[in-house]
Antibody, heavy 121, light 111 residues
Framework: EVQLVESGGGLVQPGGSLRLSCSAS????????MHWVRQAPGKGLEHVSVISSNGGGTNYADSVKGRFTISRDNSKNTLYLQMSSLRAEDTAVYYC??????????????WGQGTLVTVSS | QSVLTQPPSVSGAPGQRVTISCTGS?????????VHWYQQLPGTAPKLLIY???NRPSGVPDRFSGSKSGTSASLAITGLQAEDEADYYCQSYDSSLSGRVFGGGTKLTVL
């Protein structure tokens, strides 16, 4: 069974930093692109970032470009999101999500349970 | 504003059929990119419902079906059940934004 377990969320002051982790199991982690998707309280879904299977390619939403860095350690089956210069509008549940297919299926499946990041003074 | 447009809410009585639309443009759905659908039950993470416009993952009841035409897609739910009450999101790829995009979500209420 595929499992994605996020950790590292919490309360942080505006301008601060936080590092999210996602531990993956139940599939060949190094064969799949991985994503972070966030959901602000009471709002819809936003694709934040993607990283290729070997970590050589990344992409970011304009809203986080230059502030967030996605990375992965295939030897540890772990995905990361380093967040800096955090703003109130970054407050959201952050989901770790596996790409739908090894060759880039275009969909997200499955999703982790999410970790809440709250940016507030 | 979301790149893909969904109605904020739809409703139906148990046993009825409802549809949820997802309208895009020539840079996403209209450019032949696939549409995928997710169901988010209250307080839980989203779950894949339909992928590749019409395909159901194993375990998803055949009461759920997807279609696509031109710059729009639709999710149909037949034989509505109380447990279907949830938020539904469509998702595709946008070539202008060079990234995956979501609709704003539709809240389904079972009357």
């Amino acid at each position: 069974e595929v499992q994605l377990v996020e950790s590292g969320g919490g309360l942080v002051q505006p301008g601060g930093s936080l590092r999210l982790s996602c531990s993956a199991s139940g599939f060949t982690f190094s064969s799949y692109a991985m994503h972070w998707v966030r959901q602000a309280p009471g709002k819809g879904l936003e694709h934040v970032s993607v990283i290729s299977s070997n970590g050589g390619g990344t992409n970011y939403a304009d809203s986080v470009k230059g502030r967030f860095t996605i990375s992965r350690d295939n030897s540890k089956n772990t995905l990361y999101l380093q967040m800096s210069s955090l703003r109130a509008e970054d407050t959201a549940v952050y989901y770790c999500v596996k790409d739908g297919a090894a060759r880039g299926g275009g969909w997200f499946d499955p999703w982790g349970q999410g970790t809440l990041v709250t940016v507030s003074s | 504003q979301s790149v893909l447009t969904q109605p904020p809410s739809v409703s139906g009585a148990p046993g009825q059929r409802v549809t949820i639309s997802c309208t895009g443009s020539r840079s996403n759905i209209g450019a032949a990119y696939d549409v995928h659908w997710y169901q988010q039950l209250p307080g839980t993470a989203p779950k894949l419902l339909i992928y590749g416009n019409t395909n159901r993952p194993s375990g998803v009841p055949d009461r759920f079906s997807g279609s696509k035409s031109g710059t729009s897609a639709s999710l149909a739910i037949t034989g509505l059940q109380a447990e279907d009450e949830a938020d539904y999101y469509c998702q595709s790829y946008d070539s202008s934004l060079s990234g995956r995009v979501f609709g704003g979500g539709t809240k389904l209420t079972v009357l």
